[in-house]
């Protein structure tokens, strides 16, 4: 079973960056495809960003294409998010997520979640 641990939220100003950092224990097979999702008070999970774990395509959300970049380490295990230029709507917890039967942008096919980290957009 892989867990999942998100790391690197926080407080930013709009305009800033920060990055998260999801660190996974087990192994995650090259099928497997890493997510970002967020999610605000009162909203569904939302699509965010995503990696396929073998061959390395990117996916992203038409509302932080440009802005952030997701990344995968086999070596290390690690999924991060860069997320810079961020404005008050990215507000959420964010949550690192895999899915074994690959791409999918759906929260419900996805197999295992990490406890999620807060990041804050606000002056």
């Known amino acids: 079973q892989v867990q999942l641990v998100e790391s690197g939220g926080g407080l930013v100003q709009p305009g800033g960056s920060l990055r998260l950092s999801c660190t996974a224990s087990?192994?995650?097979?090259?099928?497997?495809?890493m997510a970002w999702f967020r999610q605000t008070p009162g909203k569904e999970r939302e699509f965010v960003a995503g990696?396929?774990?073998?061959?390395?395509?990117?996916y992203y959300a038409d509302s932080v294409k440009g802005r952030f970049t997701i990344s995968r380490s086999t070596a290390e295990n690690t999924v991060d998010l860069q997320m810079n230029s961020l404005k008050t709507e990215d507000t959420a917890v964010y949550y690192c997520a895999g899915d074994r039967g690959g791409y999918s942008t759906v929260d419900s096919s996805f197999d295992f979640w990490g406890q999620g980290t807060q990041v804050t957009v606000s002056s």
């Open positions: 087990g192994r995650i097979y090259s099928s497997t495809f």
């Open positions: 990696i396929r774990w073998g061959v390395g395509n990117t």
